[in-house]
């Protein structure tokens, strides 16, 4: 069972979101909007084959009457770069977590878990960051998280359609849940002793918890990690998106390094 | 010698960037402007604290005014949050290059080069990066670089007071003085055979050369580099803030561990 998201646009823009989107998803694009006189450079003709291949309606325009979408969200209108293309899409899907976690996998698999991460720029990052080192999926709490929005989808260039998300109404039930599964739970800790380079991230399937900034991990999810990590820094904590990237790709490190 | 930067703007705003840069630098703030009736918090306590240390004018006011000096920015002038306060700064001062290069030091050195990374936001979660990992110094080119903005010195928290800024009008020349100086450079490049973590970052001086998204590093300093490394990715290439993060945490990890 998928339920949709409740979007906050229902547009996206940019060539490498929209192609992303169109390759990897073409059910969610309704209509492709391209810009009035433009150029076709080899990623806008792909994406215009892959609309025609899928009998999506195209339309040429000016683009500038989608400024108003964008209005929201924390670009100024005139710093909106479309590109040359918006789209106008459904809103992502999101994974069922039962569905998940039962789905059989020959490998380990490893998840991140976002406890309160409401910054649209950091949510879109960590997506990109999880795509590009092939995590299986991310989960999110239905409150204190940013909304798939249009600078979400945008900030993950596309990648958001290559990665399972998951939204769950506790995530101490969810960590139980996987731990019950044999999965094993590390939470980034600032007051932790160990550094996230000091445990071992193979032969096992894990969950890495990242929490707001300033706040941190909550209390309740910080009980329950089999493994608490740091990562070391003489000057304020690194951005939560910049952190999930140094402990994510520690964990490819290992895996990948013999 | 040191030059003033050409700064956008000559007010920051937030808690943590106030508080940074008045505690590092007190010499680089004019006046700080505090909002009417506001609860005063440990962090505010310490910067009207240190102001007053300091014989800085503070003012009680409405932050609203301010609205207007971050209308170029990138964010939206509602979603402006000033925690605060306001303080209206100097600019922040280069560090020079050969004075960097000559200076004494019992540690390896360690620096980055960014060849045309003109997104404010990543320059400055670029900065906090370099910062948190105790890193040496950082090298701009005159054009094609983000300026000193206040996004870049809110998204950076203030470690923009904490890092040597150089700027130069020629990468290359730098790079060619360092390897002088036996200094080894390493540059980030997707077609790169070696990932970042087949090299070794220990007991040398080194500085790793990140390039804008979708260019890379220029074709004359990837030429000149004696290491190339990639980040290995199933998805597009990583933002490059969070390329940064991952290599020059490695680093860390290399020198850290035993």
């Known amino acids: 069972m998928k339920k949709p998201s409740e979007s906050i646009t229902n547009y996206i823009y940019g060539k490498n979101t929209v192609f992303e989107t169109i390759s990897q998803n073409p059910k969610r694009i309704n209509k492709i909007f391209f810009s009035q006189g433009i150029n076709f450079d080899n990623k806008l003709k792909k994406i215009k084959e892959i609309a025609q291949e899928n009998s999506i309606l195209i339309q040429f325009t000016n683009l500038n009457k989608f400024n108003k979408y964008f209005e929201s969200g924390e670009k100024k209108l005139t710093t909106v770069n479309f590109q040359g293309v918006v789209a106008s899409v459904s809103p992502v899907e999101y994974a069922d977590f039962e569905t998940f976690l039962n789905k059989k996998s020959d490998k380990y698999r490893k998840i991140v878990i976002l406890d309160g991460v409401e910054d649209p720029h950091n949510f879109g990052a960590i997506i990109r960051t999880l795509a590009a080192a092939s995590y299986d999926a991310v989960v999110i709490p239905k409150h204190r998280s940013s909304p798939i929005s249009a600078v979400v989808e945008k900030t993950s260039c596309g990648a958001i359609n290559h990665i399972p998300i998951i939204k769950t109404n506790s995530l101490p039930a969810i960590v139980d849940i996987l731990k019950k599964n044999d999965w094993w739970i590390i939470a980034a800790d600032g007051q932790s002793k160990d550094n996230y380079f000091d445990i071992s991230y193979k032969d096992m399937n894990f969950a890495i ?17 089999d493994f608490k990590i740091k990562i070391p820094s003489s000057f304020e904590s690194l951005n939560v998106s910049a952190a999930c990237a140094v402990i994510v790709y520690e964990s490819i490190r290992q895996i990948h390094q013999i």
């Open 209 to 225: 918890i990242l929490g707001a900034e300033g706040e941190g991990v909550s209390k309740t999810l910080l009980n329950k990690a």
